[in-house]
């Protein structure tokens, strides 16, 4: 499965699900939305997670789970099992990782060590996840496993990861990940299109990859540890105009098993979670419950349709917040809303508003995607192939 494939399906309704294994992370980035780190161990229980995902069948199931953290590879037998339960319902699986276990691998990084103290080497592992050619930098067998396990993997990369793990070592452990034949992205951050940390770090992927591995740029939004100094990505659409909300289309396990219509990071982690972005919790609802609630609830048919300003200003009863998301979070004890809601969004006609909305909004594909909700001078960058470089002129590096 590659990145463009997995970004299109991103409008539609219930087509994924993102599962938080743990907020831990041995990295501590400043930008981190989850405010992760290698001592907070808040993460679902891994039974319930199992018991949740077991609930796929082949007739009701996501197209797509994505296993996010924290780090998720530091439960590398879990993400294996749900991997693997997911698949054998015939959905497939994606996992985002930081890539602290490459650290070390190239030889470089200041005096750092490789996983489990291992001096920094070579990244090259064998089949059977051991290390040709001695110990050093190999990926440990356990995450090799759980990545040979996914139809994709992704890496983060940015200004603040590489101050934890160098480029050079998540450049070379991808290229093994490559040569397990599993498809490979990167996910990078910077501040916008003409953020020259970004033009070099693309160029450098351009060359490393033969342009081969595709790019998710997003920029840094004021969340978790970046909430105090990221700045706004743009200020709040006109009330009057319909603004969809395609972030309210796939469910979200946050990392106390509850699961909202939202990703959203402050939304994820507020609780009471609003009642209109609630769609139950993993030890008590099974998939075909969650996905029920997520299709067949008029509001969030409203909110994928034309966002929560726009529903706000034509049904609310009460004063409405400042911003996009905490407008939305207000919807939630309005009666109004939700009545205005039942009226256009309720029965066939709702499910038929929902779908043509999310047809919409995929039209242009990955990359229009990425354009309206990524950094858009980068959007092309989400297909393999595409130009390295936004507005110089530079468009083959290799």
Same mark, same amino acid.
């Given at each position: 499965?590659?990145?463009?494939?997995?970004?299109?399906?991103?409008?539609?309704?219930?087509?994924?699900?993102?599962?938080?294994?743990?907020?831990?992370?041995?990295?501590?980035?400043?930008?981190?939305?989850?405010?992760?780190?290698?001592?907070?161990?808040?993460?679902?229980?891994?039974?319930?997670?199992?018991?949740?995902?077991?609930?796929? /069948?082949?007739?009701?199931?996501?197209?797509?789970?994505?296993? /996010?953290?924290?780090?998720?590879?530091?439960?590398?037998?879990?993400?294996?099992?749900?991997?693997?339960?997911?698949?054998?319902?015939?959905?497939?699986?994606?996992?985002?990782?930081?890539?602290?276990?490459?650290?070390?691998?190239?030889?470089?990084?200041?005096?750092?060590?490789?996983? %489990?103290?291992?001096?920094?080497?070579?990244? /090259?592992?064998?089949?059977?996840?051991?290390?040709?050619?001695?110990?050093?930098?190999?990926?440990?067998?356990?995450?090799?496993?759980?990545?040979?396990?996914?139809?994709?993997?992704?890496?983060?990369?940015?200004?603040?990861?590489?101050?934890? =793990?160098?480029?050079?070592?998540?450049?070379?452990?991808?290229?093994?990940? %490559?040569?397990?034949?599993?498809?490979?992205?990167?996910?990078?951050?910077?501040?916008?299109?003409?953020?020259?940390?970004?033009?070099?770090?693309?160029?450098?992927?351009?060359?490393?990859?033969?342009?081969?591995?595709?790019?998710?740029?997003?920029?840094? %939004?004021?969340?978790?540890?970046?909430?105090?100094?990221?700045?706004?990505?743009? /200020?709040?659409?006109?009330?009057?105009?319909?603004?969809?909300?395609?972030?309210?289309?796939?469910?979200?396990?946050?990392?106390?098993?509850?699961?909202?219509?939202?990703?959203?990071?402050?939304?994820?982690?507020?609780?009471?979670?609003?009642?209109?972005?609630?769609?139950?919790?993993?030890?008590?609802?099974?998939?075909?419950?969650?996905?029920?609630?997520?299709?067949?609830?008029?509001?969030?048919?409203?909110?994928?349709?034309?966002?929560?300003?726009?529903?706000?200003?034509?049904?609310?009863?009460?004063?409405?917040?400042?911003?996009?998301?905490?407008?939305?979070?207000?919807?939630?004890?309005?009666?109004?809303?939700?009545?205005?809601?039942?009226? =256009?969004?309720?029965?066939?006609?709702?499910?038929?508003?929902?779908?043509?909305?999310?047809?919409?909004?995929?039209?242009?594909?990955?990359?229009?995607?990425?354009?309206?909700?990524?950094?858009?001078?980068?959007?092309?960058?989400?297909?393999?192939?595409?130009?390295?470089?936004?507005?110089?002129?530079?468009?083959?590096?290799?």
């Amino acid at each position: 499965m590659e990145l463009a494939e997995l970004v299109a399906r991103r409008p539609f309704p219930a087509a994924g699900l993102l599962l938080g294994l743990t907020r831990r992370c041995p990295l501590s980035c400043a930008h981190c939305s989850t405010g992760s780190g290698l001592f907070t161990r808040q993460e679902p229980d891994a039974a319930q997670l199992e018991r949740f995902v077991g609930s796929f /069948t082949v007739e009701n199931r996501p197209d797509v789970v994505m296993l /996010t953290g924290g780090e998720p590879l530091l439960l590398p037998a879990l993400a294996e099992r749900l991997s693997t339960l997911a698949r054998d319902a015939g959905s497939r699986t994606a996992l985002l990782s930081g890539m602290f276990f490459a650290r070390g691998g190239s030889g470089r990084g200041g005096g750092r060590r490789g996983w %489990r103290g291992t001096p920094g080497g070579g990244l /090259t592992g064998g089949r059977d996840g051991a290390p040709r050619g001695g110990r050093r930098g190999a990926i440990p067998p356990a995450i090799l496993r759980a990545i040979r396990s996914v139809d994709h993997f992704s890496a983060s990369l940015d200004a603040h990861h590489e101050r934890e =793990v160098p480029r050079a070592d998540v450049f070379r452990a991808l290229h093994l990940v %490559r040569e397990e034949g599993v498809a490979v992205s990167l996910h990078l951050t910077g501040t916008g299109g003409s953020d020259p940390y970004l033009a070099d770090l693309t160029r450098a992927v351009a060359k490393e990859f033969g342009g081969q591995v595709p790019c998710l740029v997003n920029e840094v %939004r004021p969340f978790g540890r970046a909430a105090s100094w990221a700045r706004a990505a743009r /200020t709040g659409p006109d009330p009057a105009a319909a603004s969809p909300c395609p972030m309210a289309a796939w469910p979200v396990v946050a990392f106390d098993g509850r699961v909202l219509a939202c990703c959203n990071q402050d939304t994820v982690d507020r609780r009471p979670v609003p009642a209109h972005l609630d769609l139950g919790h993993i030890a008590e609802d099974d998939w075909a419950a969650v996905r029920r609630r997520a299709l067949e609830s008029p509001v969030l048919r409203m909110l994928r349709t034309v966002g929560p300003t726009h529903l706000a200003a034509r049904y609310g009863s009460g004063p409405r917040p400042g911003s996009y998301c905490d407008g939305c979070r207000a919807l939630g004890g309005d009666e109004a809303v939700a009545a205005g809601a039942r009226t =256009v969004a309720g029965g066939a006609a709702g499910e038929l508003l929902d779908l043509t909305a999310a047809m919409h909004g995929s039209r242009e594909g990955a990359q229009g995607i990425v354009r309206r909700h990524g950094c858009a001078a980068y959007a092309p960058l989400v297909v393999a192939g595409g130009p390295a470089l936004p507005e110089t002129g530079e468009r083959d590096v290799r």
